[in-house]
């Protein structure tokens, strides 16, 4: 599991696992929007948190 | 013209086309020849449609001749290029869509149309409702008619240019993460982000499926509500559209706001705002509470967490932009594209895990409102930002007073509150129950009717 840091090591290899290209002179603002964006979600005790659900919902109203 | 028919409401306009004071061909023109002197240096339009508005402006004439009622029938209203209209090119701000002639018009742009305004052309938008234009870029980006070296907000600059300038007396705009109400902070202006599902976002240019909304921007409260009414109602052709009754906007604004009660979310909403608009707040708290109501302090805990939003609004960027980011890189504009890529990095989990943190606070916020009447935080943590601080390609995505209510999808709605000491407005944010418009604009209206921070006018 990754650390709680976005290090550019892990950027770097989340941009080869996806494919997509990034120029070298943006990866300090790629790194910094993604790790500001992940705060919390990586701060989170996932099993103390709701769930989604329900991904469906059937309302008769909207049928 | 004088500016003061430039400014004047649209109830005053309506009322004075049905008194033969004013026609619209008149007011139409006059527009058109304000907006040939001002926007050269604004650039709010991107496309502008003089003999669509005189077109549309003589069908009005033809119609109040016949006694037509209808409160929009002849008003100047532009609309945000990311909305589709048939036969004018939207570009989404965007040099991939920079000639494209959509052959159908976006629900809210036939239902306005079918309320009888007058289409003065298209608004530029920040480059896809996400990132704002580099100099350079294929469409420059408009300025802030109250300091042209500061940002209008975005993503619907254009809107809220337009409307501080007096260019336009409605204008649409889309919010994802805050791209009506940014801009009405910055601007001075109004605009309403309706309950998610309220308005049809059919024919709207995608950023973030379970962000995106569609929503009225306009000088006032009372504006508002008259250009929110023809946008509200079931679109089968937007599959979250609601089939929810439709309330009577304008008459909401009847009612004072004795005995309601106003939450203030102390926890969040506060943290990294400028002192000066955290003063303008609190006045603004002030003059509620002597206009009758209660306002007491709130908490909202997962609230702290509300920034995971981005990862939602990147992931659903990417994937709507994927083939288009792959195969046509250079047609996007530099930074954006790098933002827009960031989506493809955000993992399946951590997509979910925003999606549950997401539910954690949809969950506390209706608990909340179910104590109080509407919530009333700053809109914005700071004024209007200089391009020069905007151009900083490092900024990222700051922390949003208005991402709370995309993720909540609740009606809320941002007006002024004041001004800072360099003359840049302030905003206030009032944020209501699921399909409660009435609330907010009821709220807004009283506040706006005991302030005089909607009469002050740029010096374009």
Same mark, same amino acid.
């Given at each position: 599991m990754a650390g709680k840091e976005l290090t550019l090591e892990e950027l770097r290899a989340r941009i080869a696992g996806a494919g997509v290209t990034i120029a070298e002179p943006r990866l300090g603002m790629v790194r910094k929007l993604l790790a500001d964006a992940l705060v919390h979600v990586r701060a989170l005790d996932s099993r103390t948190i709701k769930t989604v659900e329900p991904a469906v919902r059937f309302e008769a109203s909207h049928e | 013209m004088s500016d003061a028919i430039a400014y004047t409401t649209i109830r005053e306009l309506g009322a004075r086309y049905r008194t033969r004071e004013l026609s619209p061909v008149e007011v139409t023109q006059a527009l058109l020849a304000r907006i040939a002197k001002l926007d050269p240096a604004l650039h709010a339009f991107v496309t502008l449609t003089a003999d669509r508005a005189l077109s549309d402006a003589r069908a009005a004439e033809t119609a109040l001749a016949r006694g037509?009622?209808?409160?929009?029938?002849g008003i100047p209203i532009a609309h945000k290029d990311i909305y589709c209209t048939r036969g004018i090119r939207t570009t989404g701000g965007s040099a991939l869509l920079a000639d494209w002639v959509p052959d159908e018009d976006a629900t809210c742009v036939r239902r306005w149309q079918e309320a009888g305004v007058v289409l003065m052309g298209k608004l530029i938008t920040h480059e896809f409702a996400f990132g704002i234009q580099f100099p350079g870029h294929r469409f420059p980006a408009a300025r802030n008619p109250w300091n042209l070296d500061h940002v209008p907000g975005g993503s619907s600059s254009g809107s809220g240019a337009a409307l501080a300038a007096g260019l336009v007396h409605g204008a649409t705009g889309s919010d994802t993460g805050g791209s009506i109400r940014g801009p009405a902070a910055f601007c001075g202006i109004v605009g309403l982000k309706p309950t998610? =599902?309220?308005s049809s976002r059919a024919g709207v240019l995608t950023l973030s499926w379970t962000l995106d909304h569609t929503g009225p921007m306009a000088r006032t409260v009372e504006d508002c509500a008259y250009l929110m009414q023809p946008f509200a109602g079931h679109d089968p052709a937007d599959p979250a559209s609601s089939r929810a009754p439709v309330g009577d906007y304008v008459a909401a604004l009847g009612c004072d706001v004795r005995g309601l009660k106003i939450g203030v979310p102390r926890n969040y909403f506060f943290d990294g705002v400028d002192a000066e608009i955290v003063q303008a707040f609190e006045e603004a708290m002030a003059t509620l509470k002597r206009l009758g109501a209660e306002v007491r302090d709130v908490r909202i805990p997962t609230m702290d967490a509300a920034h995971s939003f981005l990862l939602i609004l990147l992931a659903e960027a990417y994937a709507y932009h994927e083939r288009d980011l792959r195969e046509h890189p250079e047609l996007y504009g530099e930074v954006l594209r790098e933002r827009m890529m960031? =989506?493809?990095?955000?993992t399946a989990a951590e997509y979910t895990q925003a999606q549950r943190i997401r539910a954690q606070i949809c969950a506390e916020t209706a608990g909340v409102l179910r104590e109080v009447d509407v919530l009333a935080t700053p809109t914005t943590l700071k004024p209007a930002t200089p391009f020069a601080v905007a151009h900083d390609?490092?900024?990222g995505f700051p922390k949003s007073n208005m991402g709370p209510f995309n993720i909540t999808g609740l009606p809320t709605l941002a007006l002024p509150c004041g001004f800072s000491p360099t003359g840049l407005p302030l905003s206030l944010q009032l944020a209501g129950r699921p399909f409660e418009e009435e609330m907010v604009l009821r709220v807004g209206h009283a506040y706006e009717q005991a302030t005089p921070w909607h009469t002050r006018r740029p010096a374009v």
């Amino acid at each position: 599991m990754a650390g709680k840091e976005l290090t550019l090591e892990e950027l770097r290899a989340r941009i080869a696992g996806a494919g997509v290209t990034i120029a070298e002179p943006r990866l300090g603002m790629v790194r910094k929007l993604l790790a500001d964006a992940l705060v919390h979600v990586r701060a989170l005790d996932s099993r103390t948190i709701k769930t989604v659900e329900p991904a469906v919902r059937f309302e008769a109203s909207h049928e | 013209m004088s500016d003061a028919i430039a400014y004047t409401t649209i109830r005053e306009l309506g009322a004075r086309y049905r008194t033969r004071e004013l026609s619209p061909v008149e007011v139409t023109q006059a527009l058109l020849a304000r907006i040939a002197k001002l926007d050269p240096a604004l650039h709010a339009f991107v496309t502008l449609t003089a003999d669509r508005a005189l077109s549309d402006a003589r069908a009005a004439e033809t119609a109040l001749a016949r006694g037509d009622a209808r409160p929009l029938l002849g008003i100047p209203i532009a609309h945000k290029d990311i909305y589709c209209t048939r036969g004018i090119r939207t570009t989404g701000g965007s040099a991939l869509l920079a000639d494209w002639v959509p052959d159908e018009d976006a629900t809210c742009v036939r239902r306005w149309q079918e309320a009888g305004v007058v289409l003065m052309g298209k608004l530029i938008t920040h480059e896809f409702a996400f990132g704002i234009q580099f100099p350079g870029h294929r469409f420059p980006a408009a300025r802030n008619p109250w300091n042209l070296d500061h940002v209008p907000g975005g993503s619907s600059s254009g809107s809220g240019a337009a409307l501080a300038a007096g260019l336009v007396h409605g204008a649409t705009g889309s919010d994802t993460g805050g791209s009506i109400r940014g801009p009405a902070a910055f601007c001075g202006i109004v605009g309403l982000k309706p309950t998610y =599902g309220r308005s049809s976002r059919a024919g709207v240019l995608t950023l973030s499926w379970t962000l995106d909304h569609t929503g009225p921007m306009a000088r006032t409260v009372e504006d508002c509500a008259y250009l929110m009414q023809p946008f509200a109602g079931h679109d089968p052709a937007d599959p979250a559209s609601s089939r929810a009754p439709v309330g009577d906007y304008v008459a909401a604004l009847g009612c004072d706001v004795r005995g309601l009660k106003i939450g203030v979310p102390r926890n969040y909403f506060f943290d990294g705002v400028d002192a000066e608009i955290v003063q303008a707040f609190e006045e603004a708290m002030a003059t509620l509470k002597r206009l009758g109501a209660e306002v007491r302090d709130v908490r909202i805990p997962t609230m702290d967490a509300a920034h995971s939003f981005l990862l939602i609004l990147l992931a659903e960027a990417y994937a709507y932009h994927e083939r288009d980011l792959r195969e046509h890189p250079e047609l996007y504009g530099e930074v954006l594209r790098e933002r827009m890529m960031a =989506g493809a990095l955000v993992t399946a989990a951590e997509y979910t895990q925003a999606q549950r943190i997401r539910a954690q606070i949809c969950a506390e916020t209706a608990g909340v409102l179910r104590e109080v009447d509407v919530l009333a935080t700053p809109t914005t943590l700071k004024p209007a930002t200089p391009f020069a601080v905007a151009h900083d390609p490092e900024l990222g995505f700051p922390k949003s007073n208005m991402g709370p209510f995309n993720i909540t999808g609740l009606p809320t709605l941002a007006l002024p509150c004041g001004f800072s000491p360099t003359g840049l407005p302030l905003s206030l944010q009032l944020a209501g129950r699921p399909f409660e418009e009435e609330m907010v604009l009821r709220v807004g209206h009283a506040y706006e009717q005991a302030t005089p921070w909607h009469t002050r006018r740029p010096a374009v």
